[in-house]
């Protein structure tokens, strides 16, 4: 059974940092691109960062700079380090499965086939 599962969410002030990290199985890891996208109170889900099976990787100019996205294909995770955390970084995160290699047009949703359940990153003083 393929599942994607979240972790290392949880509450940090304004310039901290997190490092979300998504646990994948069920499926050949390597052989696919991940996404991470996020969705705060009464917006839409939107794209963060997505990552190619050889490790090219893309993001939103919101989080350039500040954010960076890894895979460990030893251990089938995907990792989201996200440093420079502001107020309006506040979102459930979601990791997701394209069905290829690569990221394409990786801020759209529909590329996208599994999702996890998402975790809470609040950014708050």
């Known amino acids: 059974q393929l599942r994607l599962v979240e972790s290392g969410g949880g509450l940090v002030q304004p310039g901290g940092s997190l490092r979300l990290s998504c646990a994948a199985s069920g499926f050949t890891f390597n052989n696919y691109a991940i996404g991470w996208f996020r969705q705060a109170p009464g917006k839409e889900r939107e794209g963060v960062s997505c990552?190619?099976?050889?490790?090219?990787?893309n993001s939103a100019d919101s989080v350039k700079g500040r954010f960076t996205i890894s895979r460990d294909n030893a251990k089938n995770t995907v990792y989201l380090q996200m440093n420079s955390l502001k107020p309006e970084d506040t979102a459930v995160y979601y990791c997701?499965?394209?069905?290829?290699?690569?990221?394409?047009?990786?801020?759209?949703?529909?590329?996208?086939?599994?999702w996890g359940q998402g975790t809470q990153v609040t950014v708050s003083s």
């Open positions: 990552i190619s099976s050889g490790g090219s990787t």
């Open positions: 997701a499965r394209t069905p290829k290699g690569y990221c394409g047009r990786w801020a759209s949703l529909n590329e996208y086939d599994y």
